[in-house]
């Protein structure tokens, strides 16, 4: 099945390149958090400069998939995979598509769910050691010269000089690839066992057709799948669209079952500070430039909150389509949900594994309020023996 889509918008505001500062309306030391329920995760990984959240949270939402199908108790023995070979794959895929539909689709860095598990479906998985993908001279991915220099080469096939397409030219984007990325190695060892990257993903015990992403908005009937109408989800992604209720149910579903989830959504909200918190407040974000992190939630040091509770926006179904249809609700970028926790007021967050580094408060994780999540979640991906019965049912699906 073909899942979701989550991707990173890249924006800038020149009070931001200048390097100024974004105020933080709330404090992490203003709430103390009680965990109710928390499912294991991979450590937490840093993107950097690559607009490739989508990748980092699908793999760790399938890291978590095989800890749970295997039983996995001892850390020693989580899957690393790979975000760059899937990166690397995802990249030759779309410049393909690109040129079949002679330029008309987004040729950026973001991507979505569904691009990482059609990858893994394709061509497979690999071990983090096994292929880092950076031979250009940088420890954590810098990927704004690499975007260019595709974009340029894809842009320059599409005008097809010669009036018709050579059978060459993919192999130009293999080229750049091996330059930048490093070529892939046929086969490649893990805790003694050598692997194919299909061996590899055929010995981690999941199955890929297990995977159903969910959104819901009213612009589409419910309980029928649609592509979500974001530039990103360039592989046209279908979700399954239900009520806004019945989304909620899934995500608290998966926790309480032991099952992780694989979130999409808007962070350009003041709400979503650096410093670890996600919260619904009535206010615009301004997002900044440099890392993945700067532009959404700036740098430097966050301002003491004035109070020590933000009154947070209440969300109904009518709430989300207006903020989906005047785009204050945008496909930003991709996180790991997998847990729930509890404020000192009995308030309900989610707990969130992020992938730019051990950034903010809790070291690379976020806690999310349960109103922040309503609003802002444009789709999630879980595995199907996560979804009540119920909602299985009314799709049509076992």
């Known amino acids: 099945m073909k899942k979701i889509l989550v991707s990173l918008t890249i924006l800038a505001v020149s009070a931001f390149i200048s390097g100024a500062q974004r105020p933080s309306p709330v404090n992490p030391s203003d709430y103390q958090f009680t965990t109710v329920k928390e499912n294991p995760v991979t450590p937490v990984k840093n993107q950097f400069r690559s607009g490739t959240c989508w990748c980092f949270s699908a793999l760790s939402f399938l890291e978590s998939e095989v800890i749970k199908a295997k039983s996995l108790k001892d850390p ?4 690393d995979f790979s975000e760059m070979f899937v990166v690397r794959k995802a990249y030759y895929d779309r ?20 691009d990482v598990l059609e990858v893994a479906r394709t061509y497979g998985l690999m071990d983090q050691n096994a292929y880092s993908g950076m031979q250009y001279g940088y420890d954590l991915p810098v990927q704004g010269e690499l975007d260019a220099v595709l974009k340029g080469y894809v842009e320059a096939v599409v005008k097809n000089p010669n009036r018709k397409l ?3 030219w993919p192999k130009g984007i293999d080229g750049i690839l091996d330059a930048y990325m490093g070529e892939i190695p046929a086969t490649f060892t893990v805790n003694g066992a050598s692997y194919t990257p299909e061996s590899y993903r055929d010995a981690q015990g999941i199955d890929l057709d297990d995977y159903i992403g969910f959104t819901s908005y009213t612009h589409h009937p419910f309980y029928t799948a649609f592509a979500i109408e974001v530039e990103d989800n360039w592989r046209w992604t279908p979700s399954w669209n239900v009520t806004l209720d019945e989304f909620m149910s899934i995500i608290d579903n998966a926790i309480d079952k032991g099952y992780t989830v694989a979130w999409g959504g808007d962070v350009s909200e003041e709400g979503f500070t650096r410093n670890g918190l996600a919260i619904l407040i009535d206010n615009s974000a301004k997002p900044t430039t440099g890392s993945d992190q700067e532009r959404w939630v700036g740098k430097g040091e966050d301002k003491p909150a004035e109070k020590p509770a933000v009154k947070e926006l209440e969300v109904t179904q009518e709430l989300r389509q207006l903020m989906f249809d005047e785009k204050t609700s945008t496909d ?54 996560a979804v009540p019965k119920e909602i299985l049912k009314k799709l049509g699906l076992k």
Do not use: C
């Open 166 to 168: 050579t059978q060459v």
């Open 332 to 385: 930003d970028h991709g996180m790991h949900l997998y847990g729930i926790a509890k404020d000192q007021n009995g308030n309900k967050y989610y707990l969130i594994k992020n992938s730019w580094g051990e950034a903010g408060a809790f070291k690379g994780h976020w806690y999310m309020s349960e109103n922040f999540a309503k609003a802002k979640t444009l789709n999630i991906v879980v595995n199907k023996k």
């Open 76 to 79: 020693a023995l989580y899957p």
């Open 95 to 114: 410049a393909r598509k690109y040129v079949r539909l002679d330029g008309k689709l987004n040729f950026a860095a973001g991507s979505d769910f569904g």
